[in-house]
């Protein structure tokens, strides 16, 4: 859509906060238009309305991103890394400060309850950065003899990056990018997703006033299919990390084979399995594998959508489980409001999407337990909902809803449950339920995925990387491990001549 654009819209935040957000696209520490006037109309999906309306970048910008970016990675490869580290902190602090409007925005246009994002999201992105400024001093490398002399090796930044991030938490996922990609000096252009892209813009202003130079941090704004594209297409981009579906996955990776074979690192969906002994915590499991699936309405990678109870306290489960939902209030509503505990999901497209599988659920011969339904005929709201005795083949116990939407079905043995856990494309978050260390041992070793959490769910923490397996992708965010992908190693060797 090409329209005519104001170089600023103004969006109602928590507590009636009047939030001024730049429309342009943020290159070289400016907010300009798009060159080809191409717009996006953001909304607000508790309500469907139209929030304001932002640029859209063309391939013609991305390149504009990527000159920007070539001056930047001059600069900033050779800013030593105690200013590195400072700058990041810098950041950190601003993101704090800003907290208030960053999780406004992530609640009107994201639908994320502003009480997970100022509880979870923004205090993630803040611990993200500061642990990353500690390693921006601390790129080693290593000694080594060899015949005749030494060698020695060290770790090189990239070069012109790109990060391609989702809806879901987006500032917390930009920042899983950002953080390390600087702090190993790196520049960065961040494509936002044309579903919440409002934080990012806000994010752009506090980039500048955390003192980065211009040209290290480009943000742009636009569709997938042309400004994501033409950024996996780009060969001037060493490397792209993408978060988000498979299928825009599968579209980087070969537009990455068929241009300049940029690294890729691609964190995509997952069928979360959570399994509950009956040695557990019964209370504790119960908690946790409701959050699992209600947390942001089940649109998390890691959610633990599949849900496997031991036979032997199978019916127990299932009616605790009941009564838990029925008795724990849901209030449904604004996410800016901080006493809703149900916002909307995202989209049209997502709602329809989830109350698809809810429909195929119903026909799969799974009993439905509770939920199934809209609410209300305003916005994007989507009951919790929750299927017992679900087949193995349901479409609800195979695919990636991204919905509040729980498949519960019964096993007896450990052997059992490990093949039904891992007989599956997906393998990125899993959760298990035991009081037994040595059966924890056992099963997270046969789970094939790429993170485990022995009596609760998905836990987020900078220094543990988080990544997956299978088709949820390779690569990892957070953690000394995510260095590797956003640094190259070089090898010195040097021959030591024999004295004259
Ligand atoms: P999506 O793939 O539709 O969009 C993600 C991003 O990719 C957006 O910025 C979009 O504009 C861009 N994009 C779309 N098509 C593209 C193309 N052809 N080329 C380049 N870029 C393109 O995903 P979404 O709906 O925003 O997010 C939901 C998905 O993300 C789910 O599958 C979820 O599991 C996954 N996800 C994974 C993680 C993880 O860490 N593994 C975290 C959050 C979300």
Same mark, same amino acid.
């Given at each position: 859509m090409s329209i005519s654009l104001t170089s600023s819209l103004i969006v109602s935040g928590v507590h009636g906060r009047q939030i001024t957000v730049p429309t342009g696209l943020f290159i070289h520490s400016e907010f300009v238009p798009s060159l080809t006037g191409q717009t996006l109309t953001v909304d607000n999906p508790s309500t469907g309305d139209k929030l304001g309306t932002i640029s859209a970048a063309g391939a013609e910008d991305i390149d504009r991103a990527v000159q920007s970016a070539k001056t930047g990675f001059d600069a900033w490869r050779n800013v030593p890394g105690p200013v590195k580290a400072r700058i990041l902190l810098k950041l950190a602090d601003l993101i704090e400060e800003h907290a208030?409007?960053?999780?406004?925005?992530?609640?009107?246009?994201?639908?994320?309850?502003?009480?997970?994002?100022?509880?979870?999201?923004?205090?993630?992105?803040?611990?993200?950065?500061?642990?990353? +400024?500690?390693?921006?001093?601390?790129?080693?490398?290593?000694?080594? %003899?060899?015949?005749?002399?030494?060698?020695?090796?060290?770790?090189?930044?990239?070069?012109?990056?790109?990060?391609?991030?989702?809806?879901?938490?987006?500032?917390?996922?930009?920042?899983?990018?950002? &953080?390390?990609?600087?702090?190993?000096?790196?520049?960065?252009?961040?494509?936002?997703?044309?579903?919440?892209?409002?934080? &990012?813009?806000?994010?752009?202003?506090?980039?500048?006033?955390?003192?980065?130079?211009?040209?290290?941090?480009?943000?742009?704004?636009?569709?997938?299919?042309?400004?994501?594209? &033409?950024?996996?297409?780009?060969?001037?981009? @060493?490397?792209? &990390?993408?978060?988000?579906?498979?299928?825009?996955? @599968?579209?980087?990776?070969?537009?990455?084979?068929?241009?300049?074979?940029?690294?890729?690192?691609? %964190?995509?969906?997952?069928?979360?399995?959570?399994?509950?002994?009956?040695?557990?915590?019964?209370?504790?499991?119960?908690?946790?594998?409701?959050?699992?699936?209600?947390?942001?309405?089940?649109?998390?990678? +890691? +959610?633990?959508?599949?849900?496997?109870?031991?036979?032997?306290?199978?019916? @127990?489960?299932?009616?605790?489980?009941?009564?838990?939902a029925a008795s724990t209030s849901t209030v449904a509503g604004d996410p800016l409001d901080t006493s809703t505990t149900k916002g909307p999901v995202v989209s049209q497209a997502q709602h329809q999407k989830i109350l698809d599988y809810i429909q195929q659920g119903k026909k799969s011969g799974a009993r439905l337990l509770f939920g199934g339904e809209r609410i209300g005929n305003k916005g994007y709201f989507v009951q919790n909902t929750a299927f017992a005795d679900v087949p193995d083949d349901a479409s609800i116990m195979r695919e990636e809803i991204f919905g509040p939407v729980a498949s519960i079905a019964k096993f007896s043995t450990e052997d059992e449950v490990i093949s039904k856990a891992n007989d599956s494309l997906h393998g990125l978050s899993a959760a298990i339920f035991t009081n037994d260390v040595n059966r924890a041992h056992r099963v997270t070793k046969s789970l094939e995925t790429g993170q485990v959490t022995v009596n609760a769910w998905a836990m987020l923490n900078a220094n543990v990387p988080f990544g997956g397996v299978k088709e949820s992708g390779f690569g990892r965010d957070m953690g000394e491990e995510a260095l590797e992908g956003w640094t190259t190693v070089k090898a010195v060797k040097y021959h030591i001549l024999p004295r004259l």
């Open positions: 208030q409007d960053l999780g406004s925005l992530e609640a009107v246009d994201a639908g994320t309850l502003f009480t997970d994002s100022i509880g979870l999201n923004i205090p993630q992105s803040i611990a993200c950065l500061r642990y990353y +400024a500690g390693w921006a001093d601390k790129m080693d490398g290593k000694t080594l %003899e060899i015949d005749g002399g030494f060698a020695y090796t060290y770790r090189e930044p990239v070069g012109i990056c790109a990060a391609i991030v989702p809806w879901n938490a987006p500032l917390m996922i930009t920042i899983w990018k950002l &953080a390390p990609a600087l702090a190993a000096g790196n520049s960065l252009i961040i494509k936002s997703s044309e579903l919440s892209p409002l934080y &990012a813009l806000k994010f752009a202003e506090l980039i500048k006033e955390a003192g980065v130079p211009a040209g290290v941090v480009n943000i742009v704004t636009g569709e997938g299919a042309s400004a994501g594209q &033409a950024l996996s297409e780009h060969m001037e981009i @060493r490397k792209l &990390a993408f978060t988000g579906s498979a299928t825009a996955g @599968r579209k980087i990776l070969q537009a990455a084979s068929q241009t300049n074979l940029k690294k890729v690192s691609l %964190e995509l969906g997952g069928k979360g399995p959570s399994i509950v002994f009956d040695d557990c915590d019964l209370e504790n499991a119960l908690l946790w594998t409701r959050i699992g699936i209600t947390a942001n309405n089940g649109q998390i990678c +890691a +959610a633990g959508s599949r849900i496997y109870v031991q036979d032997t306290i199978y019916e @127990r489960f299932i009616e605790a489980y009941k009564h838990d």
